[in-house]
């Protein structure tokens, strides 16, 4: 199983970027995929979520309006488009897919870095 996070670097606030995460070993379409991040000095946290079934959204409440998750079936990738970072959204974004027998399957990525910044 390989999840593979692609899209990050560097950007000035205001600006935007789209991270990839590339799912293979598994079937990607019978999952609920996310996002998550972790800065510096605090715990990990859930950004967006995107389920296998109907593709419902989620967010949390600071990325509302700001970020877009999506998934495209047919390449076994999951979008994260960001709009407007600011310097708070700087972090490690890791993409997670969840599924499997019982919701018991968790797989995660290595992260890829997102650094808002003037």
């Known amino acids: 199983v390989q999840l593979v996070e692609s899209g990050g670097g560097l950007v000035q606030p205001g600006r935007s970027l789209r991270l990839s995460c590339a799912g293979s070993g598994f079937t990607f379409s019978g999952y609920d995929m996310s996002w998550y991040r972790q800065a510096p000095g605090k715990e990990r946290e859930l950004v967006a979520r995107i389920t296998s079934a109907g593709g419902r959204t989620t967010y949390v409440d600071s990325v509302k309006g700001r970020f877009t998750i999506s998934r495209d079936k047919s390449k076994n990738t999951v979008f994260l488009q960001m709009n407007s970072l600011k310097p708070e959204d700087t972090a490690i974004y890791y993409c997670?897919?969840?599924?499997?027998?019982?919701?018991?399957?968790?797989?995660w990525g290595q992260g890829t870095q997102v650094t808002v910044s003037s």
């Open positions: 997670n897919a969840r599924g499997g027998m019982y919701y018991s399957n968790d797989y």
